[in-house]
């Protein structure tokens, strides 16, 4: 499996409409050095795959992405044979969003999020730590089409990076349509106030020492997950991970 799998073609923009069908409250937290998504305006990452032609990668071990490494983004294409694509395929996840190549668009698709309380599994596969939502209750629309949520899962550092800044975690929200669209909303995440999601997390995050763990954790809202902010960057790309 390729850390750059999946294609689609499109331009780089940056919107201002996000609509929650909920308020979203900004959350006080005294300060400590803990992870906290900063959530003003240019941070939040929306994109697009079309069709989902592979799994995600189940191990990062064979890649990385610290440049100069011999394993980074630069030589993924030359690392495997499966992987060529990564050093000759167009619109791939993730990128560089540098401001001088972003198209403003005042008009376009509103984002509406319709997130409901559901039963969740922890699961540590090893890259990454995954919530995962089995009723399927919850969904976000672009355009009038849903896409329902399947899980997050959390990168640290960033893999995407604004104007060659990475950022200490990033958290991915996916979603998928009917179809088998993919919808990704990605959070860039810096030190500095508590994170109210991560908070109510943490202690089963830690208990899950050993690769390949995973527990059913009971309810977990979504909303807990705060989407600020009425601008966003949005492009069409692949799975990364």
């Known amino acids: 499996l390729s850390p750059c799998p ?40 929306l994109f697009l795959v079309a069709f989902v032609t592979s799994q995600e990668v189940d191990d990062e071990k064979d890649f990385n992405y610290i440049e100069g490494s011999g394993k980074g983004p630069e030589d993924w294409g030359d690392l495997k044979e499966e992987w060529a694509t ?11 969003l540098f401001g001088r190549r972003v198209e403003v668009a005042p008009v376009s698709e509103e984002i509406h999020k319709f997130y409901n309380p559901g039963e969740a599994t922890l699961k540590n596969r090893g890259h990454d730590i995954s919530v995962e939502w089995k009723g399927g209750n919850s969904k976000i629309n672009i355009n009038g089409i849903d896409y329902i949520l399947r899980q997050v899962h959390w990168h640290s550092p960033s893999e995407h990076a604004i104007n060659g800044q990475r950022y200490a975690l990033e958290l991915h929200i996916v979603h998928q ?65």
């Open 177 to 241: 349509s009917q179809d088998n669209k993919i919808a990704v909303i990605g959070l860039l995440y810096n030190l500095g106030r508590p994170d109210p999601f991560l908070g109510k997390l943490e202690e089963k995050i830690k208990s899950l020492s050993n690769t390949s763990t995973e527990v059913d954790i009971g309810i977990v809202d979504p909303n807990d997950i705060k989407i600020g902010g009425n601008k966003y960057y949005r492009y069409r790309g692949s799975l990364t991970t």
């Open 6 to 45: 999946t294609f689609s073609h499109s331009q780089i923009y940056r919107s201002p409409y996000i609509t929650p069908s909920n308020s979203i409250n900004t959350m006080n937290h005294p300060r400590n050095p803990r992870f906290t998504h900063l959530l003003s305006l240019f941070l939040i990452i």
């Open 86 to 96: 990564c050093k000759t395929g167009n619109m791939q996840s993730p990128i560089d």
